[in-house]
């Protein structure tokens, strides 16, 4: 059998990169195509098999600047020639899925995301605060295609397979189409628990989705020390508003990420997030989290839905159940309520209970899930649903 | 639980606008989004709100000019930030269906009509005798990319209501989606039965694909009189093969056209429908309806086939068609009872629809929560 993987692009080591790692431990004899290839700049693993890119990687500046040719996306992933293949697998956060594929080959699509900046969270990414007047009118006619374009080629793909139940979801609402759910890898084995010292730690990339703006503010107001790990478009603005609890970290590596993960009090983040790798990965270090409860987090983590009354609330944290809190609005009113709740109930968290937690999101699982998925769709073959 | 209503303009009460009215009176806090709104055109029922438009009312002239606008209402109706709602009702026969919504939000959608001068309509619209060579092929271009956004966003619709099996149907066609049929509302109330004279009525703006010439043409070789209310593009070509038989009313108030359906002898509706509001309004008022046997009249309306008919249809759209309709009417007078009329018009009453229209709502909601989990 003849495996074409289908990527967005490659240009660094993230969560997709993660799975497609995988997926070429899968299948090493496959080939892989996408938009654009930064040499070097994703794992060896990757990096040994053969990679065809698109033309958006002739196009000036694409290495760094390939995001301004998004209009261009559909047609460049539209003209690769996979005649040859039997089986498609995209694994898409954008238009990977969109290829071409015939009527006598399997197209399987890992899906991260349907462009969820075209959907549902275009007003968080093309927000006043991030766009010029003039940009915020030139943007929408071009959403207004690739929307368009977007649910059409959604056609193409045989099966689906969503990185959690929320992007399902999404996949519905959006493509009307059915799902399975597979959780993508967290490497949890390189993480370790230590004795907590007085910090609140974030990791997380600075985009505005994330909120990182909200976690600022309440821990402002809560006078509680903060450390932000990572590095993003909103990085130099959101900086300017550090108090003298809040400390910047900048990007920082694996190892020096783990050291900080194995020593926080506790995980803040206030993203509602498609899976939410960092969040896992601070369970897998022993420590609870303090998250806001939608979206993959809130399939993902054990968290505790706050009721609002402070006795309830502490009684059933007592119990030593969870993995951690779980605040109800996106809001500074309802962190800050989290997080004095957690304060009070500190000892109440079992690292080795969220560490046993997190172990069944290990790559094997991962690895293991996805074969057994994609032998039992190449049985159903193409064409039906999932 | 938070509710949008999304309407695509409003710069007058028509039948669409009745709908939307009963949805404002049933959800008396929901917002409402629409692209162009007049304001003082509408009943206070709709005006007593929260109204969010799009660009499309900034753009020049755009209250006399909005119809040019038409390419860009895809776009500015995608603009609509509807985050934080739980239910979204659009009431839609343009762009309203295509506003984007989050997955943990119920896009519901009663649905007027699929655009339908860019499916069955185009020719009727921007056809040959009526828009030239050069205009129509720049039409055509954005009639294209209308066709493939309507049916693109066709997707961002959970649950259909047609308005009509007719328009069901037109859904099931373009969208390849299923619906749930509730006819709009029609105010009987309005009407009574009265004293019924000699003429025949026609009340409808005068737009080709309304086909009054053909009633005004049956009425003149068959030298009956009708009267013709309403204004509209075809007015001069109606005046000139109507002769002597015909009497051009023009514009009239609600009262007027209450007495005016009171007193005709049948009410004559020659053209294809999505629904037809006025062929139940002649109903309401006792009147027998002679129609073109296609389109929403054939719900509305029932046959000489049928137990206590209320009209007659004809199958062939000409002019002999209709006159013979006409004749098997004259023929047949006797068997059209008033109070059975307007019995049958009742049923499409506005409280009938308030009531199913909130039944299928509430319903179809609970269901998507439950989906949700």
């Known amino acids: ?386 | 639980m938070k509710i949008a209503l999304i309407h695509d303009w409003l710069t007058g009460m028509r039948g669409g606008e009745k709908v939307l009215e009963v949805m404002c009176e049933l959800w008396p806090e929901a917002d409402l989004y629409t692209l162009l709104h007049v304001p003082g055109k509408l009943s206070p029922a709709i005006e007593n709100r929260k109204i969010i438009t799009s660009g499309i009312q900034k753009l020049p002239k755009a209250v006399e000019w909005y119809r040019y606008y038409l390419p860009l209402m895809p776009t500015a109706i995608e603009q609509f930030d509807l985050r934080g709602y739980d239910l979204v009702l659009s009431t839609s026969h343009c762009v309203a269906k295509g506003v984007i919504t989050q997955p943990a939000t119920c896009h519901i959608s009663y649905i007027h009509t699929p655009m339908r001068y860019v499916w069955e309509l185009f020719e009727e619209y921007f056809g040959a005798q009526r828009t030239g060579r050069f205009k129509r092929l720049i039409i055509s271009f954005f009639a294209n990319y209308l066709r493939l956004w309507d049916v693109a966003s066709a997707n961002r619709v959970d649950d259909f209501i047609a308005n009509s099996g007719h328009v069901a149907k037109r859904i099931a066609k373009h969208y390849r989606r299923a619906s749930t049929v509730i006819h709009p509302p029609v105010d009987t109330t309005r009407f009574s039965i009265g004293q019924p004279e000699d003429f025949y009525l026609v009340v409808s703006a005068l737009a080709p694909y309304k086909r009054i010439d053909l009633a005004v043409q049956a009425c003149a070789r068959m030298r009956r009189k009708i009267k013709v209310v309403g204004t509209g593009q075809d007015e001069d070509l109606l005046r000139r093969i109507g002769g002597e038989y015909i009497d051009f009313l023009g514009w009239q108030d609600d009262a007027t056209i209450v007495q005016l359906y009171q007193k005709c002898r049948a009410f004559l509706f020659p053209g294809e429908e999505d629904f037809g509001i006025t062929p139940l309004e002649a109903q309401a008022s006792g009147r027998p309806v002679i129609a073109f046997g296609k389109g929403g009249a054939r719900e509305t309306v029932r046959g000489m086939h049928e137990e206590n008919p209320t009209g007659v249809f004809f199958s062939e759209q000409t002019v002999d068609g209709l006159m013979q309709a006409i004749a098997t009417f004259e023929q047949n007078e006797s068997r059209f009872d008033p109070v059975q009329t307007r019995a049958h018009a009742l049923t499409f009453d506005r409280e009938v629809f308030r009531r199913r229209i909130k039944e299928h709502v509430e319903g179809y909601y609970a269901t998507y929560r439950a989906q949700q989990g």
């Not at chain 1, 790990?229 to 020096?256: C, H, T, W």
């Not at chain 1, 969220?354 to 699982?365: M, T």
């Open chain 1, 1 to 386: 059998m003849k495996v074409a993987l289908v990527h967005d692009w490659l240009t660094g080591m993230r969560g997709g990169e993660r799975c497609l790692e995988e997926f070429c431990e899968l299948f090493p004899a496959a080939h892989v195509y996408t938009l654009l290839h930064n040499k070097g700049a994703v794992s060896p693993r990757i990096e040994a098999m053969p990679i065809h890119a698109s033309f958006i990687q002739e196009l000036p500046f694409a290495a760094r600047g390939y995001r301004y040719y998004l209009p261009l996306f559909p047609t460049a992933i539209e003209m690769f020639d996979l005649r040859e293949y039997d089986l498609i697998l995209s694994s898409s956060h954008c238009a990977a899925k969109g290829v071409r594929c015939h009527p006598h080959q399997v197209h399987i699509s890992y899906c991260y995301t349907p462009m969820r900046y075209v959907w549902d969270m275009a007003h968080l990414y093309f927000s006043r605060e991030v766009f010029s007047p003039l940009s915020r009118r030139l943007i929408p006619p071009f959403l207004n295609g690739l929307r368009m374009w977007d649910a059409l080629s959604s056609r193409r793909v045989d099966h689906f397979i969503a990185i959690s139940r929320h992007i399902a979801r999404r996949i519905a609402k959006h493509y009307r189409r059915d799902a399975a759910v597979i959780y993508p890898p967290v490497d949890v084995a390189r993480f370790k628990h230590e004795k907590a010292e007085d910090y609140y730690l974030l990791v997380s990339s600075f985009a505005p989705y994330k909120r990182i703006d909200l976690i600022m503010q309440a821990f402002r107001e809560l006078r509680l020390p903060l450390r932000i790990v990572g590095e993003g478009q909103e990085y130099r603005r959101l900086k300017k508003y550090a108090g003298p609890n809040i400390r910047f970290m900048g990007r920082l590596s694996d190892e020096a990420v783990v050291e900080q993960m194995a020593r926080c009090k506790a995980f803040v983040f206030a993203a509602e997030e498609d899976f939410g790798i960092a969040p896992l990965e601070a369970q897998a270090a022993g420590k609870p989290v303090i998250a806001y409860g939608r979206g993959g987090v809130g399939e993902t983590i054990d968290g505790y839905p706050m009721s609002g009354d402070a006795d309830r609330d502490r009684a059933a944290l007592a119990g030593g159940e969870y993995g951690g809190v779980f605040f109800p609005r996106q809001d500074v009113a309802s962190l800050v309520a989290a997080v004095r709740l957690f304060e009070t109930t500190t000892d109440c968290f079992e690292p080795a209970k969220l560490r046993a937690h997190v172990a069944l999101f290990a790559p094997e699982r991962f690895k293991r899930e996805i074969k057994e998925t994609i032998d039992r769709l190449l049985t159903a073959g193409s064409g039906g649903g999932n």
